[in-house]
């Protein structure tokens, strides 16, 4: 009985232990998304070069080589061949924990919150023409959401789903209500004001971290996500339905203002 007991406390001591490690580990993930957005949002389109963007890739790691390629090909701009016009791909969340779970597969996902993110950097002629970034997480009710940003020299054209607030700053929709999940991405260029710039950017990344999970799209991105709403997304909801709300109340009860 004693033998019984000691194994037992021995395995929930490892249990415990392991838990805490994938809390660090989900906590050190979060920070780095919002230091990496924090360090995008310091470029500047049409001006800053790739020596900033090589100190950030330095600093942060590229993504892996594409499946199917030895070495990065030319359009990226971790390849020494690159001409200038390329692309620098980060991961938003990569960590020691998440690299052994992607090399072994089989292992159990550990996480009370699993979510994946990437961000962009395009060059043109050697300038940063376009950055972006996007999180993809399983919202606390079931469903698949996406939310993410993109500052460039020009808006979105010809998006089937868009809210423009002005010639500075539009919301796209992308994806479906099924196994697709939903996008809800904010446009920039760099003539937007600074309140386009606040309502559009502010993603909450605090509820990646929580047993509970994160909400739907107006909890990770509430202010774009009720521009998007009184522009686009009342129409989306009586011609699609309730899934295109994309949150449990409209903006006007949902007491986010």
């Known amino acids: 009985m004693f033998h019984l007991?000691?194994?037992?406390?021995?395995?929930g001591l490892a249990?415990?232990?392991?838990?805490?490690?994938?809390?660090?580990?989900?906590?050190?993930r979060i920070r780095r998304a919002q230091e990496i957005v924090r360090e995008l949002q310091r470029l500047e389109i049409g001006k800053s070069d790739l020596s900033v963007a090589d100190a950030i890739a330095k600093r942060f790691g590229n993504a892996p080589v594409p499946e199917g390629f030895v070495t990065y090909p030319k359009e990226y701009c971790a390849s020494p061949d690159h001409n200038?016009?390329?692309?620098?791909?980060?991961?938003?969340?990569?960590?020691?924990l998440e690299s052994l779970l992607l090399k072994y597969?089989?292992?159990?996902?550990?996480?009370?919150q699993d979510w994946?993110?990437?961000?962009?950097?395009?060059?043109?002629?050697?300038t940063v023409s376009q950055y972006s970034y996007l999180v993809w997480y399983r919202a606390s009710n079931g469903k698949r959401r996406a939310v993410g940003s993109r500052v460039g020299k020009m808006l979105p054209k010809y998006v089937p789903f868009q809210a423009s607030m002005s010639d500075s700053y539009s919301i796209e929709r992308i994806g479906t209500g099924g196994t697709e999940g939903i996008l809800l991405q904010s446009s920039l260029t760099p003539n937007a004001t600074?309140?386009?710039?606040?309502?559009?950017?502010?993603?909450s990344f605090a509820c990646l971290g929580e047993k509970r999970g994160c909400g739907d799209i107006c909890e990770m991105m509430p202010e774009a996500w009720?521009?998007?709403?009184?522009?686009?997304?009342?129409?989306?909801?009586?011609?699609?339905?309730?899934?295109?709300?994309?949150?449990?109340?409209?903006?006007?009860?949902?007491?986010?203002?």
């Open 194 to 203: 600074t309140n386009e710039w606040q309502r559009a950017s502010h993603i």
């Open 116 to 126: 994946t993110g990437y961000a962009e950097v395009i060059f043109a002629d050697g």
């Open 5 to 11: 007991l000691m194994s037992v406390l021995v395995v």
């Open 226 to 257: 009720e521009d998007f709403y009184e522009n686009r997304g009342r129409t989306d909801v009586e011609h699609f339905g309730s899934d295109y709300l994309l949150c449990s109340k409209p903006p006007a009860q949902s007491n986010r203002h």
């Open 84 to 96: 200038g016009n390329c692309v620098y791909i980060l991961s938003m969340n990569n960590s020691p």
């Open 15 to 28: 249990l415990a232990a392991v838990m805490a490690w994938a809390q660090r580990d989900n906590a050190y």
């Open 105 to 112: 597969q089989w292992l159990p996902r550990l996480r009370a």
